[in-house]
């Protein structure tokens, strides 16, 4: 299986983020995809074990620097996406296509005519990751067939929230339904939507439900990094669990391969991902409806199981 070296962020990329806050990877699936910054949070080097991963990364740092290049028109851009429209298995360069066509008053004359010649730009290149993917599909095809609900991230899970205290598996098995939202701290959507979804985890309390936070540079234990995070937590007001988790670990990999920031996922009491990753954030009132719809199916099913 390929390993990406770059992370995605829905909004808001600076030079700063470039450096940490928006590290991580990205995937193979490039419908989803938002910005990209190499990864450095935490010292890994890119894995360039074959000659397409190295080619791919560089693709990806290529749709990178239009993104860095243009970065007031790509914000706001970004800001007008709805994440219900998502479509995962879509083609990335018609998402962003759609999204500034269909917001196409919004822009000036200029921003327009950027953001059209970047997605044409990033068009060529996504066919070149696709290209090159389609090489290894009979390789990727073989490793997924061996896989089963077992393999989920979320077996054999381990972490410590930002009191010291030690989580497992049980954190699932206790609930009907959890909801992990993957955000970092400088990721402003992400913390757009902090106070949402605290109201959400006390809204699904009741409901068998909890909602549970993993800020992605906060990995293995980063004092510094946790300190930050709870500062902002508090500063928004939500008192629901978060936890760093280990980058190595099968949800720390997980975490590292999401595409897009803030990405919130459901994960039933088997520890099994159910449903489609959701993209963006939930202080939007039809993404917080949506989610909600979701969750209460999720518990639905439990309910009817026991």
């Not at 590290?23 to 190499?38: F, H, L, M, P």
């Not at 479509?87 to 998402?95: L, Q, R, V, W």
């Not at 993957?182 to 992400?190: A, E, H, V």
Request: charged letters at 25%; a negative charge; aromatic letters at 8%.
């Amino acid at each position: 299986m390929k390993k990406r070296n770059t992370i995605l962020t829905i909004l808001f990329l600076s030079a700063a983020l470039s450096l940490t806050a928006c590290s991580g990877t990205k995937t193979a699936d490039a419908g989803n995809t938002q910005y990209i910054a190499e990864d450095s949070k935490d010292g890994q080097t890119p894995d360039t074990s074959t000659a397409s991963d190295t080619t791919i990364d560089d693709l990806y740092q290529q749709e990178n620097q239009l993104f860095a290049d243009h970065d007031d028109a790509w914000n706001k851009a970004f800001g007008l996406m709805n994440k219900s429209t998502a479509d995962p298995s879509g083609n990335y360069a018609d998402y962003l296509s759609d999204t500034v066509e269909s917001n196409k008053d919004a822009f000036t004359e200029d921003e327009y005519k950027t953001l059209t010649d970047d997605i044409e730009t990033i068009r060529g290149i996504e066919e070149q990751i696709a290209a090159i993917e389609s090489k290894d599909k009979a390789s990727d095809a073989s490793d997924q067939s061996s896989e089963t609900t077992d393999a989920s991230p979320f077996k054999n899970f381990s972490g410590t929230d930002y009191d010291g205290n030690t989580v497992d598996e049980s954190l699932f098995s206790n609930n009907a339904v959890t909801v992990v939202n993957f955000w970092f701290t400088g990721c402003k959507p992400c913390v757009a939507e902090l106070s949402r979804l605290n109201e959400l985890n006390d809204t699904i309390k009741s409901m068998g439900g909890e909602v549970i936070g993993i800020n992605t540079e906060t990995f293995d234990g980063n004092e510094d990094a946790i300190k930050e995070a709870a500062s902002v937590l508090e500063s928004q007001g939500a008192a629901y669990r978060n936890l760093s988790i280990d980058s190595d670990s099968d949800a720390g990999k997980y975490a590292s391969a999401i595409m897009a920031f803030p990405t919130t996922i459901l994960v039933d009491r088997n520890g099994a991902i159910v449903g489609d990753p959701m993209l963006g954030g939930i202080d939007n009132q039809d993404n917080y409806d949506t989610l909600l719809k979701q969750i209460q199916e999720v518990i639905d099913a439990d309910n009817a199981g026991k």
